[in-house]
């Protein structure tokens, strides 16, 4: 089992920043590709980006190119998504998600992840 504990929303105005933090335990963390989706009120879950164990290989939703940045410390067992220039049509839950080991999953079969956080809220006013 791998617990994913996402921090770091809240309500931000367009044209803020925020960054998202998420905390893994109970497995080898860098046995994991890491990403991030999110589902806004009455839409279906979008994925927003992904990271490679090593960090090697990055994806971003076109929707979120060049705003979003995604990392990983794997000695804190923790992977970020630094957002900026936030957009109202950001707000959403943001969910954390972990994949073992190959990260194609997250643009290709994100139904076939199976760890999930339990998601924070991000709120952009326009």
């Known amino acids: 089992q791998v617990q994913l504990v996402e921090s770091g929303g809240g309500l931000v105005p367009a044209g803020g920043s925020l960054r998202l933090s998420c905390a893994a335990a109970?497995?080898?963390?860098?046995?994991?590709?890491m990403g991030w989706f999110r589902q806004a009120p009455g839409k279906e879950r979008e994925f927003v980006s992904a990271i490679s164990r090593t960090s090697g290989t990055t994806y971003y939703a076109d929707s979120v190119k060049g705003r979003f940045t995604i990392s990983r410390d794997n000695a804190k067992n923790t992977v970020y998504l630094q957002m900026n220039s936030l957009k109202p049509e950001d707000t959403a839950v943001y969910y954390c998600?972990?994949?073992?080991?190959?990260?194609?999953?997250?643009?290709?079969?994100?139904?076939?992840?199976?760890?999930w956080g339990q998601g924070t809220q991000v709120t952009v006013s326009s």
């Open positions: 109970g497995r080898t963390f860098s046995n994991y590709a």
């Open positions: 998600a972990a994949n073992y080991w190959t990260v194609v999953e997250f643009t290709t079969t994100p139904n076939r992840i199976i760890y």
